[in-house]
Structure formats: structure tokens, C-alpha cells
T-cell receptor, first 116, second 114 residues
Framework: DAGVIQSPRHEVTEMGQEVTLRCKPI?????LFWYRQTMMRGLELLIY????????DSGMPEDRFSAKMPNASFSTLKIQPSEPRDSAVYFC??????????????FGPGTRLTVL | AQSVSQHNHHVILSEAASLELGCNYS??????LFWYVQYPGQHLQLLLK??????LVKGIKGFEAEFIKSKFSFNLRKPSVQWSDTAEYFC????????????FGGGTRLMVKP
């Protein structure tokens, strides 16, 4: 398996532009998570999906952020309009459903976003 | 809500020194516990995990962690660190009332001097 795939790996954009980050989870995984990592705030959970349905989006910082999962193999995180404070590394992770051994989350390589 | 505390934010060691990174969590029910490692410029990778059974868990690269339920702790240890262990280490907890969500600690940055 190729693991969790994220694109792009690096994104540089100007303030006010729309940014779309993409994630392909591991095939067969039921859960998909979006995290943001910054020096100041560490690793923050933004939102997660179960079977393509958003379960908890309480970590989404504000209305400028939105996430979708149209099918089991694809998710997007969109920022519109982007601001310099959104600069961070955004990770996607996926896991199987169930308890115990299934809770391990597998992380993608991340997208490093820079908003100028 | 659960919380996870990693009290050491930055640790600097010389090669061959012993390592212990603290992790405490705040949930009284059943938990699954994880340590992840993030090497510079890379994504998080699983080091080890505990679900049940022997509270002393062995992971990759010579790491181990001990679950002490009475102390709500899951400290990470390695008897002799190497320069290649320089990374950030994250403790994470899955509580039995949290579905598949993991709560991560703030991370500990380890620098090993050659």
C-alpha cells in the first residue's frame, strides 16, 4: 500500500487566495483526520470523518476553513480566503474503525503551506 | 475531555545517554496509548503502542514505554540514544469514550549531540 497520500507537498500562495489541500487515505480505512502543526500550537486536530461523514469539526479555526470527503478515497481541506497565520504543515491521517489495534493512525507526508 | 501532558518540551542529550520522556493523561477509563516520532522534515510515524496486557511495551529502534495506570503515565525510554534519534516525540491517547480520536500531547523535541 502506498500509505496516506497528500498533495501538494508544498504550497506558497498570497493572502486572500483560495487554497485546496488534498488527501487520499489508505484503502479500506474508515476514518480520516486533518491536523495542523505549527511551532506555536503544536499538533491540532481540525476535523475528522467516519465513512465520509464529518464527525467532529470543533477544531476548525473559523469559517474560512472547510473540509469535504466526497468518497472513501478522497478528502479536501479548503481555506478561503487564506491568511498569513494559516501558514503551517497540514497533515492527513487515516485509521480503521474499531477499538484497540484499529486506533493506530497512519499519517501522510503533510502539506507545507506558506501564505505571504 | 481528555488531555495529554508532556512536561519536557526540549531535551538535549549526548550520544549513549539514557532517555526518559514523560507522558501523563487525564482520563480515568480505559485507554489505548501511543508514542509517535517525527524526524526533521518528515511525517509522524508510530514508535510503539499499548492496548492491553504487559504494561511494558517494546517498540522499534530500541524504544520502550511503561504504562503505569495508577499514575496515568506512559513514559518513553531508551537506554542509549543515538544521534539519529534526534526528532520530536508525541504521546497520544485514545480514550474508550472518544471513538477513534487520538488526543496528542504537545511534543518533546529531542536533540542528541554526537
Amino acid at each position: 500500500d502506498a500509505g496516506v497520500i497528500q498533495s501538494p507537498r508544498h504550497e506558497v500562495t498570497e493572502m486572500g487566495q483560495e487554497v485546496t489541500l488534498r488527501c487520499k487515505p489508505i484503502s479500506g480505512h474508515d476514518y480520516l483526520f486533518w491536523y495542523r502543526q505549527t511551532m506555536m500550537r503544536g499538533l491540532e486536530l481540525l476535523i475528522y470523518f467516519n465513512n465520509n461523514v464529518p464527525i467532529d469539526d470543533s477544531g476548525m479555526p473559523e469559517d474560512r476553513f472547510s473540509a469535504k470527503m466526497p468518497n472513501a478515497s478522497f478528502s479536501t481541506l479548503k481555506i478561503q480566503p487564506s491568511e498569513p497565520r494559516d501558514s503551517a504543515v497540514y497533515f492527513c491521517a487515516s485509521s480503521l474503525a474499531g477499538t484497540g489495534n484499529y486506533n493506530e493512525q497512519f499519517f501522510g507526508p503533510g502539506t507545507r503551506l506558506t501564505v505571504l | 475531555a481528555q488531555s495529554v501532558s508532556q512536561h519536557n518540551h526540549h531535551v538535549i542529550l549526548s550520544e549513549a545517554a539514557s532517555l526518559e520522556l514523560g507522558c501523563n493523561y487525564s482520563y480515568g477509563g480505559t485507554v489505548n496509548l501511543f508514542w509517535y516520532v517525527q524526524y526533521p522534515g518528515q511525517h509522524l510515524q508510530l514508535l510503539l503502542k499499548y492496548f492491553s496486557g504487559d504494561p511494558l511495551v517494546k517498540g522499534i529502534k530500541g524504544f520502550e514505554a511503561e504504562f503505569i495506570k495508577s499514575k496515568f503515565s506512559f513514559n518513553l525510554r531508551k537506554p542509549s540514544v543515538q544521534w539519529s534519534d534526534t526528532a520530536e516525540y508525541f504521546c497520544a491517547v485514545n480514550a474508550d469514550n472518544a471513538g477513534n480520536m487520538l488526543t496528542f500531547g504537545g511534543g518533546t523535541r529531542l536533540m542528541v549531540k554526537p
